[in-house]
């Protein structure tokens, strides 16, 4: 069974930016916005970025393994229309190789998608989409 539907797939390959939400080692949250794309030969979030091996997002990852991904916007504001997907997950701090860049990747295993399914369903009708995976 894929991870990602092909509407959540469509979704995320239609927005530029996401915030990652990582925890410091005293436990303090940080979230960051961040360039990402879907890597379907491994079911992952890839997040790259300038310097990424020196971030405290990629040492957080490098600390505890976990992070929890969102990418979200707003259709319309009459009517209100908002959309977005949270990912949570395992995730890894992986050093360059060779001509690969430093990333930061996350496995998901919860996906909870918002407005993304239901286009004409009016926005107090829409429904969570959460589940498990993998």
Same mark, same amino acid.
């Given at each position: 069974?894929?991870?990602?539907?092909?509407?959540?797939?469509?979704?995320?390959?239609?927005?530029?930016?996401?915030?990652?939400?990582?925890?410091?080692? @005293?436990?303090?949250?940080?979230?960051?916005? $961040? %360039?990402?794309?879907?890597? #379907?030969?491994?079911?992952?979030? &890839? /997040?790259?970025?300038?310097?990424? @091996?020196?971030?405290?997002?990629?040492?957080? $990852? %490098?600390?505890?393994?976990? #992070?929890?991904?969102?990418?979200? &916007? /707003?259709?319309?504001?009459?009517?209100?229309?908002?959309?977005?997907?949270?990912?949570? %997950?395992?995730?890894?701090?992986?050093?360059?190789?060779?001509?690969?860049?430093?990333?930061?990747?996350?496995?998901?295993?919860?996906?909870?998608?918002?407005?993304?399914?239901?286009?004409?369903?009016?926005?107090?009708?829409?429904?969570?989409?959460?589940?498990?995976?993998?």
């Amino acid at each position: 069974m894929p991870i990602f539907t092909e509407v959540e797939l469509e979704y995320l390959r239609s927005q530029p930016l996401g915030r990652l939400a990582t925890q410091k080692p @005293d436990g303090t949250l940080q979230n960051s916005p $961040v %360039g990402f794309r879907y890597n #379907a030969e491994t079911g992952t979030i &890839d /997040i790259g970025g300038f310097r990424l @091996d020196q971030s405290r997002k990629f040492r957080n $990852v %490098g600390d505890n393994a976990r #992070a929890a991904f969102v990418v979200d &916007d /707003i259709v319309s504001v009459q009517p209100w229309r908002v959309r977005c997907i949270e990912i949570r %997950g395992r995730a890894e701090a992986l050093p360059a190789e060779g001509s690969r860049p430093p990333l930061i990747r996350i496995h998901p295993e919860r996906i909870i998608s918002y407005g993304i399914t239901e286009r004409d369903t009016e926005a107090h009708d829409l429904k969570v989409d959460a589940r498990d995976v993998r």
